[in-house]
C-alpha cells in the first residue's frame, strides 16, 4: 500500500512543487510519486508570479551552494539536520561508495520521507554504493544528537543543514551550537548552514498565500540574524570559527530558464539595493 502523503504540510507541498521545475535530484520524482504523472505536465504550463519565480531562485541557490562546500569538505560521513523532503543523501550515496549519510528529521517528515526514498529506489531501480540511513531526530535534544552521531563510523564528520536557524529563537540557536561544537570537538570536521539569513530592511508583504503566512506565523523574519557581522560574532561567541563562504553559483541555476529578461533585470536591481540577504558558511568548533 502506498502511503497517504495528506499530512505533508501545505508549506512543503508547495516547496517540494516549486524545486521539481529545477534540476535538484529525485525532487520531480517525488512530486510524481505524490501527485501523480500528471502534476508536473500542469505545473510546466503554468503562468509563475513574480514572487514564485524569486522564491524558486532562491530555494534552488541556497541547494546549490550547500552542495559546493560539501563538495570541498571531502567528507565522508555526513549528517543532515532538518532535511525536509530533500533528497542529497540519496543522490550522494548513489554516487560515492564511501559516503555514509544519516538524513534526519522530525518523525512526522521522517515516516513520509522513508517511503518515498523506498519507492524511488524500486521503481528506478537505484542501486546505493554508500550508506544511507533515514532517522527521526529532533536536533535540539542533545542526547538524541550525541546517539546519531556515534552510530556514524569513526572519522570526521559534516554537519549540514539548509533551513532550521530562521524557525529557532536565540536560545534555541544557542542550545544547537552547544551541541553541534560537541559532536564536532570530539569528531572533529564541519558545520555547513545554509541557514545565515539577515534580516531584510522594512520587507513589506509581496503576497499574502500560504507560504508567508507560514513564514509570519513562525516568526521567520524576527529570527534571522540583524546583518553578517552580527551573525559571525554570535557563532565566535558560540565557539565556532568562520572559516570559508559558499560564492555564487548563478552560473549553476536551472530555474534561469523560467525568467524572461526584464524580471532577472528587475531582480539584479534589487539584489544590489537590498544586498544579500542570506550565506553559506563553513564552521569550525574552536
Not at 534552488?60 to 530533500?86: C, K, P, Q, T, V
Not at 518515498?116 to 546505493?128: A, C, F, M, S, T
Request: hydrophobic share 40%.
Amino acid at each position: 500500500m502506498n502511503r497517504d502523503y495528506s499530512s505533508i504540510s501545505p508549506s512543503a507541498k508547495s516547496l517540494l512543487l516549486a524545486k521539481s521545475l529545477t534540476n535538484i535530484p529525485f525532487v520531480a520524482d517525488a512530486v510524481k510519486l505524490i501527485y501523480g504523472n500528471g502534476a508536473l505536465e500542469k505545473l510546466y504550463h503554468k503562468d509563475f508570479d513574480e514572487v514564485f519565480l524569486k522564491r524558486l531562485v532562491h530555494f534552488e541557490s541556497r541547494y546549490l551552494s550547500l552542495d559546493s562546500l560539501l563538495f570541498a569538505s571531502g567528507s565522508l560521513n555526513i549528517i543532515e539536520i532538518s532535511s525536509g523532503y530533500s533528497f542529497r543523501g540519496l543522490d550522494l550515496v548513489l554516487r560515492h561508495p564511501t559516503i555514509y549519510y544519516l538524513d534526519t528529521d522530525l518523525q512526522g517528515v521522517i515516516d513520509i520521507k522513508k517511503d518515498l526514498v523506498d519507492r524511488l529506489i524500486v521503481d528506478e531501480k537505484l542501486q546505493l554504493k554508500g550508506k544511507l540511513k533515514t532517522e527521526a531526530l529532533n536536533a535540539l535534544d542533545g542526547d538524541a544528537f550525541s546517539n546519531a552521531i556515534n552510530q556514524m563510523p569513526l572519522g570526521p564528520i559534516s554537519i549540514i543543514n539548509e533551513g532550521l536557524l530562521v524557525y529557532l529563537n536565540n536560545e534555541e540557536k544557542k542550545s544547537l551550537c552547544k551541541t553541534i561544537h560537541k559532536s564536532l570537538k570530539q569528531r572533529g570536521g564541519y558545520w555547513i548552514t545554509a541557514d545565515v539569513y539577515v534580516k531584510r530592511p522594512a520587507p513589506k508583504s509581496e503576497t499574502n498565500d500560504y507560504f508567508s503566512q507560514f513564514l509570519e506565523a513562525h516568526h521567520v523574519e524576527d529570527n534571522k540574524f540583524d546583518s553578517f557581522e552580527q551573525a559571525e560574532h554570535f557563532f565566535l561567541e558560540q565557539g565556532f570559527k568562520l572559516t570559508t563562504k559558499a560564492t555564487s553559483v548563478w552560473h549553476q541555476l536551472s530555474s534561469l530558464k523560467y525568467i524572461d529578461i526584464e524580471l532577472l533585470k528587475k531582480m539584479k536591481e534589487q539584489a544590489n539595493k537590498i544586498g544579500r540577504i542570506r550565506e553559506t558558511w563553513v564552521l569550525k568548533a574552536i
